[in-house]
């Protein structure tokens, strides 16, 4: 047993603490360490990096609890924000931001429209987020429209069709010229060429996506020459290792989605120890991969800087 501190009552900067528990436990020395600071986000967050974690999703509703009826949702009928939400949202957001990590924050989840009273707030919604965030001056945030768009968890039709996402990444790209837009699709890996081209990365999930597909799903996104993330995928332990790896080596980020666990109630989340093999194998091998969401972060770090150089809107 080891304790690295801190040893006075003076303020510190709790990463660094953070860092060297997460350090002790990758080279070996320790099988697991406690972190505290004072909402436990920041330690987390740093430790989380450890295992080769570069970015995670948060979404401004969430339709999937596990049960039916549940309302979660940043959203006002005419698509107007509410604070209290947003506010949650900053501070992971900062958190990230201090600890080089990348948010893919989510407008709307499937179940959740609803709250919209029709497609004109769905529009104001889109535009308000992009505001919010180019408020915010982070360059660690991109935007997921829809998660999963074409769901039949939607109702209002821009959510469910190629053409309205890509009038929705075109809004939030006018609205916000130095934010990152993308939007998700389904499970099966790919996307309609014309949200591919509207959108400044690709982003796929590859929940129903045969290991054998997975790289030719890759492939056949390549001839936008845009990064590719997936960020949603649901495979059992045997398989999301494969899954990962497979990723990495065609050239695309790879996220592990454990919704019986982390989405579902009672919503418990501690990171890496939720599936440790997964995580600790990619800090074996995506270290290429993770190359995306730092790409992701500094493409909005250059053109945040532009505009307040004054070369863009």
Not at 33 to 58: D, E, N
Not at 135 to 156: P, Q
Not at 157 to 179: D, F, M, N
């Amino acid at each position: 047993m080891g304790d690295v501190g801190c040893h006075s009552t003076e303020s510190v900067r709790y990463p660094y603490y953070a860092a060297k528990v997460a350090e002790a436990i990758v080279r070996g020395e320790a099988n697991r360490g406690i972190l505290i600071c004072s909402t436990g986000i920041g330690m987390s967050i740093v430790a989380k990096k450890y295992p080769g974690i570069r970015a995670f999703t948060l979404n401004l509703q969430g339709g999937a609890p596990g049960y039916e009826g549940a309302l979660n949702s940043a959203f006002e009928a005419d698509g107007s924000l509410r604070q209290p939400y947003l506010d949650r949202v900053r501070r992971v957001i900062e958190a990230c931001d201090r600890n080089g990590v990348v948010v893919i924050l989510g407008c709307f989840y499937q179940r959740q429209d609803q709250v919209l009273r029709d497609e004109a707030a769905v529009r104001a919604g889109v535009m308000n987020v992009a505001l919010w965030l180019t408020g915010l001056s982070h360059g660690n945030v991109v935007l997921e429209i829809t998660n999963e768009f074409g769901h039949k968890g939607f109702d209002h039709p821009i959510l469910r069709t190629a053409a309205g996402q890509a009038e929705l990444i075109r809004l939030a790209k006018a609205a916000a010229p130095a934010l990152l837009v993308s939007t998700s699709g389904t499970g099966g890996g790919s996307l309609a060429d014309d949200v591919a081209q509207a959108a400044d990365f690709l982003l796929v999930h590859f929940n129903n996506t045969r290991l054998d597909d997975i790289q030719a799903r890759i492939a056949s996104l390549k001839r936008f020459r845009k990064p590719i993330v997936c960020n949603e995928d649901e495979k059992l332990p045997a398989e999301n290792l494969l899954a990962a790896e497979l990723s990495a080596a065609a050239g695309a980020s790879w996220g592990l989605m454990l919704p019986d666990l982390n989405q579902r109630f009672p919503f418990e989340f501690q990171g890496a120890p939720d599936a440790p093999e997964a995580h600790h194998k990619q800090r074996d091998f995506l270290f290429p991969a993770t190359r995306v969401a730092r790409r992701l972060a500094e493409a909005g770090q250059r053109r945040r800087y532009s505009r307040d150089r004054g070369h863009g809107s």
